[in-house]
T-cell receptor, first 113, second 116 residues
Framework: GENVEQHPSTLSVQEGDSAVIKCTYS??????FPWYKQELGKGPQLIID?????GEKKDQRIAVTLNKTAKHFSLHITETQPEDSAVYFC????????????FGTGTRLTIIP | EAGVAQSPRYKIIEKRQSVAFWCNPI?????LYWYQQILGQGPKLLIQ????????DSQLPKDRFSAERLKGVDSTLKIQPAKLEDSAVYLC??????????????FGPGTRLTVL
């Protein structure tokens, strides 16, 4: 089955700086990679996703890059703001089999004002 | 559009007791998921329904966990008897189409279970 590793587990950045979270996956058949943001006491919320037919996707201050050869993908947040503080999870799934989402272990991002 | 609803939000029980969680997915969503999220870890899929049929329950501890989705809408997840290691947040999610993992999954707020 799929195995997703995520680093770092905690990350603190100054407000206005950029944050980068990296994930690797094991199943070469995986072709969908969503990122979720989880605030305290809430369920995960999708913030951006990327499919294997593209290498990069941007949405305002958030971008995701995918390297299928190396089997890794990254989340980039620019001009960080206090409301970006949360736990971020990457995930991977395949179009084959039961198409189950496998999540990483999460990154706790803290934005320092 | 209303989101995924879950209740209760918090539950404290003693080991060997039973507990049930309820989920109401987004209206019209065909697929419903139950995840277990242990503190400090990512969500782990327990069971996936498409309409009222089970698609995947390979990671559901069937000796103590059970789930059903009546009429393809609401769902309940039950644990009987509970163990200490069942302490976790139980998340329900739904997606609009027919169980494709590439569909966006919308999560509810979760039920935090503490087993003493």
């Amino acid at each position: 089955g799929e195995n997703v590793e995520q680093h770092p587990s905690t990350l603190s950045v100054q407000e206005g700086d950029s944050a980068v979270i990296k994930c690797t996956y094991s199943d070469s058949a995986s072709n969908y990679f969503p990122w979720y943001k989880q605030e305290l006491g809430k369920g995960p919320q999708l913030i951006i996703d990327i499919r294997s037919n593209v290498g990069e996707k941007k949405d305002q201050r958030i971008a995701v890059t995918l390297n299928k050869t190396a089997k890794h993908f990254s989340l980039h947040i620019t001009e960080t703001q206090p409301e970006d503080s949360a736990v971020y999870f990457c995930a991977a799934t395949s179009n084959f089999g039961n198409e189950k989402l496998t999540f990483g272990t999460g990154t706790r991002l803290t934005i320092i004002p | 559009e209303a989101g995924v609803a879950q209740s209760p939000r918090y539950k404290i029980i003693e080991k060997r007791q039973s507990v049930a969680f309820w989920c109401n997915p987004i209206s019209g969503h065909a697929t419903l998921y139950w995840y277990q999220q242990i503190l400090g870890q990512g969500p782990k899929l327990l069971i996936q329904f498409q309409n009222n049929g089970v698609v995947d329950d390979s990671q559901l501890p069937k000796d103590r966990f059970s789930a059903e989705r009546l009429k393809g809408v609401d769902s309940t997840l039950k644990i009987q008897p509970a163990k200490l290691e069942d302490s976790a947040v139980y998340l329900c999610a739904s997606s609009p189409r027919g169980g494709r993992g590439t569909d966006t999954q919308y999560f509810g707020p979760g039920t935090r279970l503490t087993v003493l």
